[in-house]
Nanobody, 127 residues
Framework: QVQLVESGGGSVQAGGSLRLSCATS????????MGWFRQSPGKEREFVAG????????NIGESVKGRVTVSRDNAENSVSLQMNSLKPDDTAVYYC????????????????????WGHGTLVTVSS
């Protein structure tokens, strides 16, 4: 079956950096666009970043633009999220998600367009 497993979360002080990774299995990774979302208590799930299945296109959420980059390694079936200059407002559970993509360069920003989800990894940023 399809599995997405996030790692790299943890506690960090404001201004610090974290790199999240998502390892996938059970799917043909290069056929899937990938996304990162986050959710904190009482808030809706928020788009953080997305990358097309061929890695040529990315989209970064407004709240993290300039501080986050997303990348993928189709040979390793993984996607990563590099987060810098972290703020307390970045505290959330971060999820990776996969969507089968017919168009190689498409990036998807709506969480309801994704088919598979990981269980999430917690990021806590203290001031």
């Amino acid at each position: 079956q399809v599995q997405l497993v996030e790692s790299g979360g943890g506690s960090v002080q404001a201004g610090g950096s974290l790199r999240l990774s998502c390892a996938t299995s059970g799917l043909t990774f290069s056929d899937y666009a990938m996304g990162w979302f986050r959710q904190s208590p009482g808030k809706e799930r928020e788009f953080v970043a997305g990358i097309s299945r061929n890695g040529d296109s990315t989209n970064i959420g407004e709240s993290v633009k300039g501080r986050v980059t997303v990348s993928r390694d189709n040979a390793e079936n993984s996607v990563s999220l590099q987060m810098n200059s972290l703020k307390p407002d970045d505290t959330a559970v971060y999820y990776c998600a996969a969507r089968y993509s017919y168009v190689a360069s498409n990036v998807h920003v709506r969480y309801d367009m994704y088919e598979y989800w990981g269980h999430g990894t917690l990021v806590t940023v203290s001031s």
